[in-house]
Every structure is written in structure tokens, then in C-alpha cells.
């Protein structure tokens, strides 16, 4: 019985590429940095509203 060895893949190369940013979009970057700020924001404000309480 012979055996046939499956093609060799680099890791990640599905043929996909990654949709370009449209012109003027936040980076992904700059949205992971900005959804943390805002995160900070809110317990700020909630750790803020419970001393006020």
C-alpha cells in the first residue's frame, strides 16, 4: 500500500489575506489602546459614584 504525503503548509498561510483598512479608520491598535482607557474610565466613575453614595 503506498502512502502519499500531504502537501507542506507554512504556518498561517490559509490564502486569506487580512481586509485592508479603510482610509481614515482607526488602527486595531489604537481601538485595543482605547477600549482600555475607556475600561479605566468606568471604574473610575463607578468607584467614584460608590464613595459619593
Same mark, same amino acid.
Given at each position: 500500500?503506498?502512502?502519499?504525503?500531504?502537501?507542506? &503548509?507554512?504556518?498561517g !498561510? +490559509?490564502g486569506?489575506t487580512p481586509p485592508k483598512?479603510?482610509?481614515? =479608520?482607526?488602527?486595531?491598535?489604537? &481601538?485595543?489602546?482605547? !477600549? +482600555?482607557?475607556?475600561?479605566?474610565f468606568?471604574r473610575?466613575v463607578e =468607584?467614584?459614584?460608590?464613595t459619593?453614595?
Amino acid at each position: 500500500m503506498a502512502t502519499t504525503e500531504l502537501p507542506r &503548509r507554512n504556518p498561517g !498561510a +490559509s490564502g486569506r489575506t487580512p481586509p485592508k483598512p479603510q482610509p481614515g =479608520a482607526p488602527s486595531r491598535a489604537l &481601538r485595543v489602546r482605547a !477600549a +482600555s482607557g475607556w475600561e479605566k474610565f468606568m471604574r473610575r466613575v463607578e =468607584a467614584r459614584q460608590e464613595t459619593e453614595t
